[in-house]
Nanobody, 123 residues
Framework: QVRLVESGGGLVQAGGSLRLSCAAS????????MGWFRQAPGKEREFVAA????????NYADSVKGRFSISRDNAKNMVYLQMNSLKPEDTAVYYC????????????????WGQGTQVTVSS
């Protein structure tokens, strides 16, 4: 069983930056694909970014390309999402996900999910 805990969310002004962290425990996720998703109020959860176990493959949603960056530290069992140039429309609960058998496509189905961290961007 894999437990994922997100942190780093908060309130930030438009144009600002935040760095989300996802700590995995219970099992090493060094061979897992890791993803970030978000869900805004009244909307469905959507794909944000994903990274393969080696970091050699990365995918981003068009809405965050050039502004967000996903990375991982397998030695620490951690995944990060650096978010720059934040916009009010980035406001959402951000979730970390993990799965050993999926690729980095936006439609991949993950088995393990965190509880989420709130990101609020004020205008």
């Amino acid at each position: 069983q894999v437990r994922l805990v997100e942190s780093g969310g908060g309130l930030v002004q438009a144009g600002g930056s935040l760095r989300l962290s996802c700590a995995a425990s219970g099992r090493t996720v060094s061979r897992y694909t890791m993803g970030w998703f978000r869900q805004a109020p009244g909307k469905e959860r959507e794909f944000v970014a994903a990274i393969s176990w080696s970091g050699s493959r990365i995918n981003y949603a068009d809405s965050v390309k050039g502004r967000f960056s996903i990375s991982r530290d397998n030695a620490k069992n951690m995944v990060y999402l650096q978010m720059n140039s934040l916009k009010p429309e980035d406001t959402a609960v951000y979730y970390c996900a993990a799965d050993p058998f999926v690729g980095v496509t936006p439609t991949a189905k993950y088995d393990y999910w965190g509880q989420g961290t709130q990101v609020t961007v004020s205008s």
